[in-house]
C-alpha cells in the first residue's frame, strides 16, 4: 500500500485486515487529466484524457438518443476521499455504513481518472431511460458497471458509477 494511502487509513480506523477481508484493490492516482465536462454551476469534471474523450462520445451519443448524460462525480483525489471518510464519521456514521457505499483512501476508481458517476446517486436511477440506454451502449464505448448487486466488493449496488477501460 501506499505510504499516502496506509496513513489516511490508519487515520481513518480503516485496518489492513478490513483492507484484505474486504478484497479492496488499490488504485492509482490519475497523474494528468483533462476536463470531461463543465456544468451549468461552472464545476469541472476531470478524466484521465482518454477516459474524457470516450465520455464526450458516450454523452454525444446518448443525446442523439434523447437521452441527457450527466457527470455528478469523476476524478477524486486520494485526500478527497479520505474527506468523505472523515464527514461521514463526524456525522456518527459506522465504518461499516461507511465502506458499504465509500471506499477508503487510494482504493476508490475514482482515483485512476477513469471512473465517472452519471446523473444521480440514488438507486432509483436504475429505473430511468439513462439507465437503460447505459447498459445497452455504454461497454461500445469502454464504460462498465462497477458495482453491480453482489459485486465482490461489498459495495452497495450503483447504477450510477460507471468505469472506462480502454476498448482495444
Not at 36 to 60: C, I, M, N, S, T
Not at 134 to 141: I, S, T
Request: proline share 4%.
Amino acid at each position: 500500500m501506499n505510504e499516502k494511502s496506509k496513513a489516511l487509513c490508519e487515520e481513518l480506523g480503516i485496518g489492513k485486515d478490513l483492507l484484505i477481508a474486504r478484497g479492496f484493490v488499490e488504485y492509482p492516482e490519475a497523474r494528468v487529466l483533462a476536463t470531461a465536462e463543465v456544468d451549468e454551476d461552472g464545476r469541472r469534471f476531470e478524466l484521465e484524457p482518454e477516459a474524457a474523450a470516450a465520455w464526450k462520445q458516450l454523452r454525444a451519443a446518448a443525446a442523439r438518443d434523447h437521452v441527457e448524460l450527466r457527470l455528478v462525480s469523476a476524478y477524486r483525489s486520494i485526500e478527497y476521499q479520505a474527506g468523505i471518510v472523515r464527514r461521514k464519521q463526524q456525522r456518527g456514521q459506522s465504518l461499516e455504513e461507511i465502506l458499504a457505499v465509500s471506499a477508503p483512501p487510494g482504493f476508490s476508481e475514482h482515483h485512476t481518472g477513469r471512473a465517472v458517476d452519471i446523473n444521480s446517486l440514488e438507486t432509483e436511477f436504475e429505473h430511468s431511460g439513462a439507465y437503460a440506454w447505459l447498459l445497452l451502449n455504454a461497454e461500445r464505448f469502454g464504460f462498465h458497471l462497477s458495482y453491480p448487486r453482489g459485486n465482490a466488493q461489498g459495495y452497495a449496488f450503483e447504477p450510477w458509477h460507471w468505469c472506462y477501460r480502454a476498448t482495444s
